[in-house]
């Protein structure tokens, strides 16, 4: 009982504040279904190092620094970058660009979703954030997890914490946030286009050579970017090489889902109370949406833009899985196409954008670095 009043003195309020946060994110990963891979870690985790004297997070007794199982995670795994460049392998085993090859043109549309990342980097510099700090806010807008914890883990941002929870959460809520953006964009006429999808043959050697070729033009491009896209082209190419089915299913599977639990629990360790309860937490909040309505908005737009010159037209949402949230952005655009026409299937153009929005969010995040850094 001493030891219990002991912990109980310990208890600040802001302490309590996180555990409601961290129950939010499993209700909405239970409840909702929304990344529970990553919310429900990551929920069970804020909760995790918020307890009184919690023997999950580094604490110092009698002088001494006890370690802490998260912050050891967190050194082992994340400060060293090494989960986000795993995981990446994984997402690269998923992604099929054959969409994308049958039509390359697409990547345009995957280029132009990233405007929203350069706006909010001006946007969070006006506001006072540090640049390195602005730079690490404005990764939320590449709509990619691991490239998120990468960038700002690479400028050491004291909000990193900030950061990973409202990427992912604005990940989660691409379905919520995206088709408003869209209607206001667009003509229920322009929502209405059909685009027959005529998928062209994409041989072995192709899909083979991509994430090479890929791979070695970013490093040209934007050096900083080539452990982030060749991880990704890395696993893609496992997956495509044909000779290890075994290791691709593996990378899809086993791999991505536990590094994933692991990032997401290693995090919590940069959501004790007194850090994340800050303005610039709210400010963050607000910066990422923004960061993701104008990474929409930009390939919507561009989509206009090239419908002034083509005869043919193009469907604008396509635009609009730009982001990287693959697939759900693919899902989203394909949904509201057929909410508009119920014949109008936009699926595998959408999917062709998303999966170039993944490629071009990772040399974003590269370029971010190469400035920045």
């Not at 004297?53 to 400060?79: H, K, T």
């Not at 050096?223 to 991880?231: A, D, E, H, I, T």
């Not at 536990?258 to 963050?284: P, R, S």
Request: aromatic share 10%; net charge neutral.
């Amino acid at each position: 009982m001493e030891v219990l009043y002991e912990t109980l003195l310990q208890l600040q309020w802001q302490q309590v504040v996180m555990w409601i946060i961290g129950g939010m994110l499993i209700y909405l990963a239970i409840k909702k279904n929304m990344e529970p891979s990553l919310l429900l870690p990551i929920g069970f985790g804020a909760i995790l190092v918020n307890l009184p004297l919690s023997g999950a997070v580094d604490q110092i007794y009698n002088g001494e620094v006890e370690p802490g199982v998260i912050d050891v995670l967190f050194n082992a795994g994340i400060a060293n970058e090494l989960f986000p460049l795993i995981l990446f392998v994984g997402i690269g085993a998923m992604i099929d660009f054959t969409p994308l090859l049958s039509n390359p043109k697409l990547m345009i549309f995957g280029a132009a979703a990233q405007f929203g990342i350069f706006f909010t980097l001006c946007m969070a510099t006006l506001l006072g954030f540090a640049l390195p700090d602005a730079a690490s806010i404005a990764i939320i807008g590449a709509a990619d997890g691991p490239t998120s914890i990468f960038v700002a883990n690479y400028f050491n941002t004291q909000f990193i914490g900030a950061v990973v929870v409202v990427a992912y959460s604005y990940m989660a809520l691409v379905p919520i946030v995206q088709p408003p953006v869209i209607r206001l964009l667009t003509t229920k006429k322009e929502r209405r286009i059909r685009m027959e999808y005529a998928a062209k043959p994409v041989s072995k050697t192709t899909k083979i050579l991509f994430p090479i070729l890929i791979t070695i033009i970013a490093g040209l491009v934007s050096p900083r970017s080539v452990s982030l896209v060749g991880f990704l082209m890395f696993g893609n190419l496992i997956r495509e090489c044909g000779v290890l089915d075994s290791l691709s299913e593996t990378a899809q599977k086993v791999l991505a889902n536990l590094v994933t639990l692991f990032l997401g629990i290693t995090v919590a360790t940069k959501m004790q109370a007194d850090a994340f309860l800050t303005v610039e937490t709210l400010m963050i909040l607000g910066l990422g949406l923004i960061a993701f309505i104008f990474d929409t908005a930009g390939g919507v737009l561009i989509a206009k833009f090239f419908n002034l010159f083509l005869k043919k037209k193009i469907n604008p949402m396509i635009g609009a899985a730009g982001i990287s949230a693959f697939p759900m952005s693919a899902r989203v655009v394909n949904k509201m196409g057929l909410q508009e026409d119920n014949q109008n299937f936009l699926l595998m153009h959408a999917v062709g954008v998303n999966v170039s929005g993944q490629i071009a969010s990772v040399i974003a995040g590269g370029l971010i670095l190469s400035l920045f850094g």
